[in-house]
């Protein structure tokens, strides 16, 4: 087929044709957006003509959502290897999951997260509270900077480790497992930014040493508006509610406020039901195309770092180390090009979406590309297909080679001429 997946896998998967426009749009945007798999929309097709409200009704429909919704929750728990006592919380988004955890902590503790994180893992936490990692050359310098940074802390407070599980930048998987057993040498918690792990990596919290792990529906080909919190009970239903409000309340009196535990905690008002059922519908699929996926993924990613890498002045970057396992994403930049301008001659003259910018992670830039400077990146993911990557490395070769064929000229910091 077309995707480069052997036909019967392709259409049980349900590779998504959103994109199949007027031109057949090379969609090298995964790692912002994936477009919503055939069997996702198959599932909030199959509940939506009949959904009513969450835990807040007694008709059918309100029953059969609630239901539904509350398998939604145990299929996510599954995709991630929950443990007994793991509660799955839906939020809007990764952004999301991280603030409540950051909601949840408690109040002395201590959190340390590298500078190369994106901005909604660096940023949420309390800044006297956050030792600011500095960000590795290699997996070596990683694990130095925690050992040392946890070896430095008080040993009575509190910790939490803020790790990535694949940088939106670089690609890179992150040695989580590695980080998080030292990170337990020292008592510290640990929660992983699944993002950009979770679409292209089968995930076991238990396997990772990981006590949480947050996601978005929007990034493993669900739609935008859900995602998840998944992990240890004890510090969420410590804390106050996220979002105050019905959902949370178990009783109000005039003696007081008594708060649900579990997951309705922090699930204050009406929740995304169809946004939860979305993600589980995503969950079951990706987990069980898993091999198929990652041989897919593979094969694509090997081939662009390849032909891009071989064209000169293209400069692919690296935070870890070009050796690290790597989820398909490929930023670059072109010598004496500005980066939105290959962006967008890429789009016009060629049909293909990629991002150029500094990504949600400007301090890791300011390392791997360069003071404020910015790059463009290519993230491939089930809507790729082998043509699409051959397209790419075309393109960014006759850019490099015969310039761009239109009609306009972009300096550097004046714009377009
Ligand atoms: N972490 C990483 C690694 C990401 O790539 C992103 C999205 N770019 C986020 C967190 C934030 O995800 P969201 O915008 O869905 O909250």
Redesign the pocket.
């Known amino acids: 087929t077309a995707t480069g997946l052997p036909r019967t896998v392709a259409h049980e998967i349900g590779v998504p044709t959103v994109h199949r426009t007027v031109v057949d749009i090379a969609n090298f945007d995964h ?2 957006t994936t477009p919503a798999l055939v069997a996702v929309k198959e599932a909030v097709d199959k509940v939506s003509p009949t959904y009513g409200s969450v835990h807040r009704g007694a008709g059918f429909a309100s029953r059969i959502t609630t239901a539904w919704f509350e398998e939604a929750r145990a299929e996510v728990g599954r995709f991630v290897g929950a443990r007994p006592g793991d509660e799955v919380i839906f939020t809007r ?4 999951a991280l603030r409540l955890l950051a909601h949840a902590l408690p109040q002395d503790a201590q959190v340390f997260a590298w500078q190369s994180a ?1 901005h ?2 660096l940023l949420p936490w309390p800044a006297e509270h956050t030792t600011a990692l500095r960000v590795p050359g290699s997996v070596q310098e990683a694990a130095d900077l925690l050992r040392t940074a946890l070896t430095a802390a008080d040993p009575q407070a509190p910790k939490l480790v803020v790790l ?1 599980g ?3 930048v670089t690609g890179e998987v992150w040695p989580v497992r590695e980080l998080a057993f030292i990170a337990a040498q020292f008592g510290a918690r640990v929660v992983v ?1 699944g ?2 792990l979770v679409p292209h990596r089968a995930v076991d919290l238990d396997d990772l040493g990981a006590d949480w792990i947050a996601f ?1 529906g ?2 493993m080909y669900a739609p935008y508006g859900a ?1 998840a919190l998944v992990g240890r009970a004890d510090w969420l239903d410590a804390a106050e509610p996220y979002l105050p409000a019905g959902g949370a309340t178990h009783t109000v009196s005039g003696d007081g406020i008594q708060w649900h535990t579990g997951p309705a905690r922090h699930e204050g008002g009406t929740p995304n039901a169809l946004g939860a059922i979305a993600i589980a519908a995503a969950c079951v699929t990706l987990a069980r195309h898993r091999e198929t996926v990652d041989r897919h993924e593979e094969a694509l990613a090997t081939r662009l770092r390849d032909g891009l890498g071989q064209i000169p002045g293209v400069r692919i970057v690296a935070a870890l180390g070009a050796d690290r396992p790597n989820v398909g994403v490929v930023t670059f930049t072109v010598d004496g090009w500005d980066s939105s301008l290959v962006s967008q001659v890429l789009s016009d003259e060629d049909g293909i979406a990629v991002r150029d910018g500094r ?2 992670a400007h301090l890791l830039c300011d390392t791997v590309v360069g003071q404020s400077a910015a790059a463009v990146r290519a993230s491939l993911g089930l809507a790729t297909t082998p043509d699409h990557v051959e397209r790419l490395i075309a393109g960014v070769r006759r850019l490099v080679t015969s310039g761009s064929a239109l009609p306009y000229r972009h300096v550097p910091g004046q714009g377009w001429e």
């Open positions: 790692g912002a988004n990764t952004t999301d994106h909604a893992a990535t694949a940088c939106n930014d993002a950009q978005s929007h990034k995602g990504f949600c």
